[in-house]
């Protein structure tokens, strides 16, 4: 089963506003991180938040992370038609198996 | 360009033949990690390699199998293949466990 559960599934918005996705989890976490994939391509890491953290920038991307609520959210702020892509999270859970568990991401689509 | 590479990009193949995909990850990452990607499952983390040792396993059936060699490239092995094993297949590699992973541009598998 996905650890992460991302929410939206889809986001359709216009170019220029802001774009929100969130992620749930269920154990704890070493870090969480988000990546993009546009269609059929590999993924790219935008950012990793690691636990001790609660918000983290990197030009237009927002990530916030609420340990006690088990959820991360994404902010695109000015969206931009090429941000239309797929976005996913992935939680490196702190026991077990130290893999990397993604959800089944949220699909954003920007409108010209 | 992640600096990670897989070959080959497009592998069509039939029922119950075996390929090889191969990664080669960036330079000075000692981890690998395999995922195969489908519309029903999402992305699934199947096992990871560090430093030429199996480090994680995941949801990896028995009929495919990995290794990473002394020069850190790795391969995956898929055999007796069926119908559901069509998805892409992605490599990813990393420094350590706890940082993010790179993503190669996958190997989409086609069973026919």
């Known amino acids: 089963s996905q650890q992460g559960e991302e929410d939206p599934q889809a986001l359709s918005i216009q170019e220029g506003e802001n774009a929100t996705m969130n992620c749930s989890y269920k154990t704890s976490i070493n870090n969480l991180q988000w990546y993009r994939q546009n269609s059929g391509r590999g993924l790219v890491h935008l950012i990793l938040i690691r636990s001790n953290e609660r918000e983290k920038h990197s030009g237009r991307l927002r990530v916030t992370l609420d340990t006690s609520k088990k959820s991360s959210s994404l902010l695109i702020t000015a969206s931009r038609a090429a941000d239309t892509a797929s976005y996913f999270c992935?939680?490196?859970?702190?026991?077990?198996?130290?893999?990397?568990?993604f959800g089944q991401g949220t699909r954003l689509t920007i409108n010209p | 360009d992640s600096g990670v590479t897989q070959t080959p990009k497009h592998l069509i193949t039939a029922t119950g033949q075996r390929v090889t995909l191969r990664c080669s990850p960036r330079s000075g990452d000692l981890s690998v990690y395999w995922y195969q990607q489908s519309l029903d499952q999402g992305l699934q983390f199947l096992i990871q390699y560090y430093n030429g040792e199996e480090r994680a396993k995941g949801n990896i059936l028995e009929r495919f199998s990995a290794q990473q060699f002394p020069d850190l490239h790795s391969e995956l092995n898929l055999s007796s293949l069926e119908l559901g094993d069509s998805a892409l297949y992605f490599c990813a590699s990393s420094v350590g466990d706890d940082n993010e992973q790179f993503f190669g541009p996958g190997t989409r598998l086609t069973v026919l």
């Open positions: 992935a939680t490196r859970q702190s026991r077990g198996a130290q893999k990397l568990v």
